[in-house]
């Protein structure tokens, strides 16, 4: 196998994003767009990876380490251009062979496949290969100069003829090069342009006098779009939930309503799973087959077990794993708590950290007391317990198999097995006293009617 070194352009920033977060930090499908960007090119068989980034990056090195743990770090410390960037990896490309290939950090849309046809070129024995596509407004980008299937350069839009500005054949995001074309140019490119830069896409005319024969791939554009707005981010997002969305259905996945589920770039959902319009899926999600999702629930960092029932309205907070045909009915929060197969949740509650037991049904407004200000504490509840309507479970509380709590309950202390726990104030009637209330509210009404 070929040997491939990929270099991550990651030292620009995104001048129209207003915002303290680097550029490539900004997330698409929850992930952020440097880390779609490494993924795919170790997904594309990269076997060095290099990320190259500006001073004072530590959040977008922890990132790229999230997504690629071997790549290395580089740092550009002055911007004078892409291919002084490329430049600053030299200790990783020095000595490699095979091919080296150059992409920008800002593309979060990149699939595999896409450096694949760079590569591919290569194979059949280009000395370089371009990626090029064609958008609608060719405007800003630099042209591809070509002749047939050979690329005789890039012109960036800045030093571009009006007939160059014309080419609607544009430069994308990846440049590959055997490795010895690409030592061979990148020592060779000077600044002599309108930006006092040195400009990476000036190695393919430095290839083509050395004699080499360059060539070009030509991507869609859904595929290579760059991201330097918050315009763009949104449009970035938009294409990549259509990706998912398609993706999710071709692996027979039911959605009443695609354009109103957002997935995450990591959402694992099996087959005959059904989704009802407006639900948002957050990162770490797995779902079973058979389940059943209705509208408007939200859900992150849950494991849903198969033919299990959530919402309309519900929340799936981390930590959340429900088991076979649990059941998390509307306007429920669930959070770091494992609900038993069976189990019903229907309506009103807030479960968090706790266990429920299989078959164990727990009334509307029930929630579990689970913070005392400072520390979290835990529930435990058995198996086919159930739990009446308006109990408050203060942790930490353990309530055994079988167990009833009465409707409207404090519980405090531990329930036995089989027991009825009752927590709360006996009851008194006191005998024509509803008449005397009435009248003293009346009285307050009318005295403030009369100010």
Known sequence: ????????????????????????LHPVAGLPIISHVVRAAADAGATNLAVVTGPGHEKIEAAVHAAAPDAQFFQQTERKGTAHAALMAEPLWRDVKGYIAVVYGDHPLLRPEIFRMVFDRLDTGKDAAILGFEPEDPSGYGRLLTDGDRLLGIREHKDASTAEREIGLCNACILAFRAD??????????????QKEFYLGDLVEHANAAGCDVGYAIAPWEDVMGVNSQAQLAEA?????????LSMMEEGVTLTDPASVYFCYDTKIGRDVSIEP???????????????????????????????????????????????????????EVK????????KLNHLSYIGDAEIGAKTNVGAGTITCNYDGINKHRTLIGEGVFVGSNSSLVAPLSIGDNAYIASGSVI???????????????????????????????????????R
């Open 181 to 194: 074309v690409f030592r061979d140019a990148i020592v060779k490119i000077d600044d002599n342009n309108v």
């Open 237 to 245: 997002e938009a294409l990549f939930q259509k990706r998912l969305r």
């Open 412 to 450: 405090t202390s531990d329930i036995p097995g089989d027991a009825l726990g009752i927590g709360r104030a006996r009851q008194e009637n006191k005998a024509g006293y509803a008449p005397r209330l009435r009248a003293r509210a009346e009285a307050i009404k009318k005295s403030k009617q009369e």
């Open 336 to 343: 770091n708590a494992k609900i038993g197969a069976g189990a």
């Open 278 to 332: 407006n639900v948002y899926f957050g990162p770490a999600v797995t779902v079973a087959d058979g389940v059943r999702i209705k509208a408007f629930s939200h859900i992150e960092g849950a494991n849903i077990g198969a033919n299990a029932e959530i919402g309309p309205f519900a929340r799936l907070r981390p930590g959340t794993d429900l088991a076979e045909g649990a059941k998390v009915g509307n306007f429920v």
């Open 1 to 24: 196998m070929t040997e491939l070194t990929v270099i991550v352009l990651a030292a620009g920033e995104g001048t129209r994003m207003k915002s303290s977060r680097p550029k490539l």
